[in-house]
């Protein structure tokens, strides 16, 4: 299948949506919205199968519209627009905060650690590092808590699993600031997730997961692939310990259709959660457009 990109396959299918039953546009009173809820692993958190990835909007006015249509999870990290992502999702969430479940990220990074996080003196530098961008994130949010914290970018195993950045998660964790851990990652030799899945330690892993095994940055253009059925037996073990897993990078191999279907993102985005280990599906959305494709296939007319 040739691959086009997002925007190219919205201007050719809106008629397809419309087809599905769906206006895209119609206001939320004329249509009734559904989404399955899932349990978010052992965390005891109901999320919404399909999550509105923030970090393309600087819209208010869209986050509110994925939130109408029944999205009640919310990705956004420290370092998407220098912090200003979360003070986006911050002002949309101050009147329904405990509706919201708020996923963000946080950066550590080998190159900051002077140490090179060694002994007492690494220790306290990472909780330092980890201690201010907890507490800036807090303050972008404009809440006391965030439902899910990673780690973002999780590549050097020694740092994910490094004691004192455990240490600082859980304590977090004990004090209700953080109400689970975990982390995203793009190691495609799958160490870091299995490394948990024998350990046990993360509560929520974030990971690329599409139909084709690959995806292409749609931005960037930077591509990776990865080993399918290792990743499909690794992520089901984390599901059946109660490991929470949230897919990305699931429209990034481009549209998919099965036989006599469409061609379609959403469909996409259906082939991963038809998958059980599959909590929720992480999807960067910048337009109405793009919200209304793959709401066509929750949206029931009253």
Same mark, same amino acid.
């Given at each position: 299948m040739k691959k086009i990109s997002r925007k190219e396959f919205l201007r050719k299918s809106g008629a397809g949506i419309a087809a599905l039953g769906f206006m895209p546009g119609v206001s939320a009173s004329d249509q009734k919205? +559904? *989404?399955p809820r899932r349990e978010l692993g052992n965390t005891g958190i109901m999320v919404s199968e399909l999550c509105f990835g923030a970090s393309r909007t600087r819209d208010e006015g869209l986050i509110r519209y994925a939130i109408d249509r029944g999205m009640n999870i919310l990705d956004t990290g420290r370092a998407y627009a $220098?912090? $200003?992502n979360e003070k986006l999702v911050g002002k949309v969430i101050k009147d329904n905060r405990g509706d919201i479940i708020?996923?963000?990220?946080? !950066?550590?990074e080998e190159s900051e650690l002077n140490s090179g996080g060694k002994g007492k003196k690494g220790a306290a530098e990472i909780k330092d590092i980890l201690s201010v961008r907890l507490e800036q994130s807090l303050e972008a949010l404009d809440t006391d808590y965030i439902d899910i914290m990673l780690y973002h970018s999780a590549e050097i195993e +020694?740092?994910?699993y490094h004691e004192a950045v455990m240490k600082f998660y859980d304590e977090q964790k004990s004090k209700g600031v953080i109400r689970a851990t975990g982390f995203s990652s793009h190691d495609y030799e799958l160490n870091i997730l299995k490394r948990n899945n024998r350990e046990k330690f993360?509560?929520?892993i974030m990971h690329p997961f599409n139909y084709s095994g690959s995806f292409i940055h749609s931005l960037s253009g930077w591509s990776a692939k990865w080993d399918q059925e290792v990743? *499909?037996?690794?992520l089901t073990e984390a599901a059946r310990q109660g490991t929470a897993i949230i897919a990305m990078k699931s429209c990034s191999a481009g549209p998919f259709a099965e036989e006599g +279907?469409?061609?379609? !993102?959403a469909n996409s985005v259906k082939w991963v959660l038809g998958h059980s280990f599959i909590c929720s599906a992480a999807v960067a959305m910048a337009s109405f457009e793009?919200?209304?494709e793959h709401m066509a296939f929750y949206a029931k007319a009253f």
């Open positions: 919205f +559904e *989404i $220098n912090g $200003n708020v996923q963000s990220k946080m !950066y550590l +020694e740092l994910v993360w509560d929520v990743l *499909i037996s690794e +279907e469409m061609a379609s !993102y793009q919200v209304d």
